[in-house]
């Protein structure tokens, strides 16, 4: 594991500059995170004669001609339209001095918002523990937010838009093209292996109970970890995320009450087990070789 060294008397400034950095980041996931699957749903209406029933009550569906899009319209209230200051827009701290309240009208800001930066900024904080300053850190940066952007848009719409898995897989590629992380030759196989395994794993069940266990999307998922860790980081991959989804899954029956019929999107397992194994894959695999391997 990279020790923090390296950063000397200036291990303050660093994590200062990736905390602010990440903030502002996490703020603009937000944005993606709720407009990217409305555009999708916007474009589905143009092309659609018919559409599923369970789209959001959305306004901007409402109104399809109106302009949409990741910067279109400013930021506003969705109950009394009134525009976001930038004094109201600093992640974190705005939402604490507002206390989850629009200024305008009082309406209540969801906690999901200012919960999206923090996570942005100390899942990237702590990649200064693991990785050096440099290009593997701006890559592992890029990685973890493409990751929590996808793992909350699958929580909200279980939907994991190709606009981001294919951005990840391609990046992934192209880092791992002068071996930065893995071989090239890693990377693809990691590419290939990954989109075929939960592809086959797909069919068998549906083959076996007529149903859909999964979307298309997780293949691709795990074609983009395949390609940013390797053909030899999937089995560890599958592995974690099938337990941490069994696990939720389980208590989630038991604590919550969910039906157990209700579909539980798969995309953030998938997510937090590929963030997990690039930090720490290393690790457990020493862990495990040590003391339970024979």
């Known amino acids: 594991m990279q020790t923090l060294s390296y950063l000397g008397s200036e291990l ?168 930065l992380f893995v071989s090239l030759h890693d990377a693809v196989y990691g590419a290939v292996v990954g989109y075929g395994a939960l592809w086959s794993v797909f069919w068998l069940f549906k083959l076996a109970t007529g149903k859909d266990g999964m979307g298309y999307g997780d293949f691709k998922l795990l074609a983009a970890l395949g390609a940013w860790l390797g053909v030899q980081a999937l089995p560890m991959i599958i592995l974690l995320s099938s337990v941490v989804g069994a696990v939720v899954g389980i208590l989630g029956i038991l604590i919550l009450g969910r039906d157990k019929n209700i579909p539980i999107p798969f995309g953030p397992y998938l997510a937090a087990a590929g963030w997990i194994a690039a930090l720490w894959g290393n690790d457990i695999s020493a862990w495990y070789f040590a003391h339970w391997a024979w």
């Open 12 to 179: 303050w400034l660093s994590v200062l500059t990736v905390l602010i950095i990440s903030l502002l980041v996490g703020s603009f996931l937000n944005v993606l995170i709720l407009r990217l699957p409305i555009m999708m749903f916007r474009q589905w209406q143009r092309d659609c004669a018919t559409l599923p029933e369970s789209l959001p009550d959305h306004p901007a569906l409402k109104q399809p001609d109106q302009p949409y899009n990741l910067f279109k319209p400013d930021s506003h209230c969705p109950q009394c339209h009134a525009p976001v200051r930038a004094w109201q827009n600093i992640p974190i701290i705005s939402w604490l001095l507002l206390k989850g309240r629009c200024a305008a009208c009082g309406t209540g800001i969801g906690v999901r918002y200012p919960i999206v930066e923090l996570v942005t900024a100390l899942c990237s904080v702590t990649l200064l523990w693991v990785f050096p300053w440099g290009w593997e850190l701006a890559a592992m940066l890029i990685f973890t937010w493409l990751l929590i952007s996808l793992t909350v848009i699958d929580i909200d719409h279980q939907l994991l838009p190709d606009q981001l898995t294919f951005a990840l897989l391609w990046l992934g590629l192209l880092v791992n093209s002068q071996g």
